[in-house]
């Protein structure tokens, strides 16, 4: 059962355009979500994170936002640069004390310049 | 800067020889964690250990086993690894079981 999807496996983007990465959830207990770049041969890099007493974080040029009635999560990134080209993962932990993360199978965002 | 710190990057092992990998922080970090990332997947939590406390998942065989000697070091042991355990290991770390996770470069194993 998979309770975290990212339906696109990979998205093509034009630099300085933006870059909509989407995420989905099906566990309601899910209230705190994050989004991760890795780069081949690295580790999964934190880049930003929501609480769901939130529908919007923001951080620079990556924006998150969070519909809670939909189970849905994306991240923005604009403008788009060619250095953003990884994997991006959204992650999601209930709101327990045990910090469990259920990770999505990741997107590759790919920015042309 | 502060890291975490995983070795060796690159394991060969022969199917059945015991492996162990290598995973440090200089982050002083409560939490640890082991994930498993085969191939186009997502990672997926083995254990962690919340300072000496151990935290096993339910779905983790009993071949992966973990020890945390002290605040700064956790080792993956494979006892006899098999050919489905080829995959890149990732280690992570969190201040507490709430915060977020700063991941290592990963360990990937190849089994023989």
């Known amino acids: 059962d998979q309770q975290v999807k990212q339906n696109s496996p990979s998205l093509s983007v034009q630099e300085g355009r933006i870059s909509i990465l989407n995420c989905d959830y099906t566990?309601?207990?899910?209230?705190?979500f994050l989004w991760y770049k890795k780069y081949p041969a690295e580790g999964p890099t934190f880049l930003i994170s929501?609480?769901?007493?939130?529908d919007k974080n923001e951080d620079g040029r990556f924006t998150v936002f969070l519909n809670k009635s939909a189970k849905h999560l994306s991240l923005h990134i604009v403008p788009s640069q060619p250095g953003d080209s990884a994997v991006y993962f959204c992650?999601?932990?209930?709101?327990?004390?045990?910090?469990?993360?259920?990770f999505g199978q990741g997107t590759i965002l790919t920015v042309h310049p | 800067d502060a890291m975490v710190i995983q070795n060796p990057r690159y394991q060969v092992t022969q199917f059945g020889k015991p492996v162990t990998l290598s995973c440090s922080q200089t982050?002083?970090?409560?939490?640890m964690y082991w994930y498993q990332q085969k191939s186009s997947q997502a990672p997926k939590l083995l254990f962690h250990?919340?300072?000496?406390?151990?935290?096993n998942e339910a779905d983790t065989p009993d071949n992966f086993q973990s020890r945390r000697p002290n605040t700064s070091f956790c080792f993956l042991d494979i006892r006899s690894p098999g050919l489905g355990d080829a995959a890149m290991y990732l280690c992570?770390?969190?201040?507490?079981?709430?915060?977020?996770?700063?991941f290592g470069p990963g360990t990937r194993l190849t089994v023989t």
């Open positions: 929501i609480s769901s007493i939130k």
């Open positions: 250990y919340y300072d000496k406390d151990f935290n």
């Open positions: 566990n309601s207990m899910f209230d705190y």
């Open positions: 992570a770390t969190s201040r507490e079981l709430q915060a977020a996770q700063y």
């Open positions: 992650a999601a932990r209930p709101g327990t004390s045990y910090g469990k993360l259920t």
């Open positions: 982050l002083n970090h409560n939490v």
